[in-house]
């Protein structure tokens, strides 16, 4: 599953900003994930509690955040949502459409919490 090398790159980028913040220890992550994106959240969430162990986030949480699929129509020009496998504009229902939104894997915010009081990972957190 290619949501284990996405969670190894996002575990390297944390590295990145973790080297800013010496001090602390990752607490919780925020990343968006759209419905076209390929990533399914509850196979991330799983390569993450497997990727985390004895890195720089061994006591880190995922929050994922899902978005929508908005497109814009190249005919009318109007911005509207659409849904996986009917990617079409909500006003005039033509199918040629731009996607504008809802392919995303997006690394949000990384929230550091001090190392002393650094407790249990937590459990799985969704947000939609
Ligand atoms: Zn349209």
Redesign the pocket.
Known sequence: MHEMSLCYSLLDTIAVYQRANMDKCVGLVHVKIGPLSGVEPDLLHQAFLTCRTHSIGDQAALQIHTSAIKVR?T??G?HSRAVVNRII?A????WQTELIQGDEFVLQRIEFIPSEISTEPKERQYVR
């Open positions: 129509c005919l009318c109007k504009c006003s005039c229902g033509s």
